[in-house]
């Protein structure tokens, strides 16, 4: 089993930025492709970026050029540093664990608060 803790959220202003946190524990060695998703109020969650154990990345295109996944796989963390933000970016951010192969399955944290207003 994998257990995924999130840190890092908060309230900002727009343009500002936050980074954050997702430290897994217990069998990090099944740990596969690690991602960022977020669910704001009323919408259905989605993905925001993944990143695989080779650190090949991918981005919804809403935050292309402004987040940044990376992991540290010593660390067995995942963060995500996000930049100039925007309203529309609030949300629950989740960040999730694919682990192992046959079959595979999905492990998530239990979320953290991102709250972008002036």
């Known amino acids: 089993q994998v257990q995924l803790v999130e840190s890092g959220g908060g309230l900002v202003q727009p343009g500002g930025s936050l980074r954050l946190s997702c430290a897994a524990s217990?069998?990090?060695?099944?740990?596969?492709?690690m991602g960022w998703y977020r669910q704001a109020p009323g919408k259905e969650r989605e993905l925001v970026a993944t990143i695989t154990r080779a650190l090949n990345t991918n981005y919804v295109e809403s935050v292309k050029g402004r987040f940044t996944i990376s992991r540290d796989n010593a660390k067995n963390t995942v963060y995500l540093q996000m930049n100039s933000l925007k309203p529309e970016d609030t949300a629950v951010y989740y960040c999730?664990?694919?682990?192992?192969?046959?079959?595979?399955?999905?492990?998530w944290g239990q979320g953290t608060q991102v709250t972008v207003s002036s």
């Open positions: 217990g069998s990090t060695f099944s740990i596969n492709t």
């Open positions: 999730k664990a694919r682990v192992g192969y046959f079959p595979p399955y999905d492990s």
